[in-house]
């Protein structure tokens, strides 16, 4: 059975041959790839301390408070929040709602008198930016 040079340990490649005046350069590469894993494992233990004072951060209700797994409180939080959020765009929505039909008022106070919106909203004390 004929081995070919490719597959042997022993076999002369150009890797081998230049072993030695790329070792440095490897070992350079070795040591900055280990530096960065260093970074990235920091950055790593730093995330979970932050989810971990965001999770605690966010559980304002017993349930989340009593629950010890962090997984279930991180959960528990978020649903929390989820809620909250969905109760924000509620009242987002009801204000937009105000607004626009205090915006189709004042265009028919307007309309009625003959002048310019801006006017009527200068006398309800209302700043166009508003």
């Known amino acids: 059975m004929a081995e070919d040079n490719f597959s042997s340990p022993t076999a002369p490649t150009q890797h081998?041959?230049?072993s030695k005046t790329s070792s440095s350069g490897r070992?350079?590469?070795l040591d900055a790839l280990r530096a960065r894993q260093a970074a990235l494992d920091s950055?790593?233990?730093e995330l979970l301390s932050q989810r971990t004072s965001l999770v605690n951060s966010l559980s304002s209700t017993s349930a989340i408070h009593e629950s010890g797994d962090t997984n279930t409180r991180a959960k528990l939080a978020v649903d929390a929040a989820n809620i909250r959020i969905q109760d924000q765009i509620r009242q987002l929505q009801q204000y937009?709602?105000?607004?626009?039909i205090g915006t189709q008022l004042m265009g028919i106070i307007a309309e009625k008198r003959g002048c310019r919106i801006g006017e009527v909203q200068e006398e309800f004390g209302i700043n166009p930016d508003d």
Not at 96 to 100: G, Q, R
């Open 16 to 18: 081998n041959m230049s």
């Open 27 to 29: 070992d350079s590469q």
């Open 43 to 45: 950055t790593v233990a």
């Open 96 to 100: 937009n709602d105000i607004k626009d």
